[in-house]
């Protein structure tokens, strides 16, 4: 186990509608990281919060947006969403920003969405 | 063209086979090479870094030839439990923690 968790595990939403999806980092881990996985590919990068605060994007638009808590866990956001949003999203902490090369991510287990 | 590129297989072998995965990434600023393994659709976990000495670990060696931007993966005596999906996973100089995935190369040990 991580120690990362994350809600729900499996969500199911309609075109059109809003979501969000939560992760509890790891104990003392300060960064969170977003990854979209679709069926068949790798997962994507989405953002990553440290202290509270967005210090990355991957090229996903603005309807996808984030929080990072005081108490460093996450929310994932994605408004009007739409089919191709279908993906699992995965979730991972670390100590620090990811300035060390060789500092590691723990991944929560992931949310299945599936948009219809 | 994808940054990270791997053939995504599937991969079939007997239990005992040696399997080997390639990899090559676009971006020479690439600072740090990571295997990945991901069990079906459950959270990818860290099999091994990848330096330019090459490493080994147990049965798994991996290589990286950063003038080719070339990255290699071996799995000697492979066994059922070997059955996953292999995931090329780069980082750039100065990106914290965006890692950059290739799409996975599936690999089925059969007994």
């Known amino acids: 186990e991580t120690g990362v968790t994350q809600s729900p595990t499996h969500l199911i939403k309609t075109r059109g509608q809003q979501v969000t999806l939560r992760c509890s980092s790891q104990?003392?881990?300060?960064?969170v990281s977003w990854y979209q996985q679709a069926l068949g590919q790798g997962p994507q990068f989405i953002f990553q919060?440290?202290?509270?605060?967005?210090?990355g994007r991957g090229n996903f638009p603005p309807r996808f947006s984030g929080l990072q808590f005081p108490n460093y866990s996450s929310e994932l956001n994605v408004n009007a969403l739409e089919l191709d949003d279908s993906a699992l999203y995965l979730c991972?902490?670390?100590?620090?920003?990811?300035?060390?090369?060789?500092?590691?991510?723990?991944f929560g287990s992931g949310t299945q969405l599936s948009v219809l | 063209r994808k940054e990270v590129e791997q053939d995504p297989g599937p991969f079939n072998v007997p239990e005992g086979a040696t399997v080997a995965f390639n990899c090559t990434y676009s971006?020479?600023?690439?600072?740090?090479f990571f295997w990945y393994r991901q069990d079906c659709r459950k959270e990818p976990k860290l099999l091994m870094s990848?330096?330019?000495s090459g490493n080994e670990d147990g049965r798994f060696t991996a290589q990286l030839n950063r003038a080719s931007q070339y990255i290699s993966l071996l799995i000697r005596d492979s066994k059922l439990s070997d059955s996953a999906t292999y995931l090329c996973?780069?980082?750039?100089?100065?990106?914290?923690?965006?890692?950059?995935f290739g799409g996975g190369t599936r690999l089925m040990v059969k007994p």
């Open positions: 996973v780069v980082r750039r100089n100065n990106a914290g923690n965006m890692l950059t």
């Open positions: 919060y440290y202290r509270e605060e967005e210090n």
């Open positions: 104990s003392g881990h300060n960064t």
């Open positions: 990848v330096y330019s």
């Open positions: 971006n020479s600023a690439s600072q740090s």
């Open positions: 991972a902490s670390s100590l620090g920003q990811g300035a060390g090369t060789n500092e590691k991510l723990f």
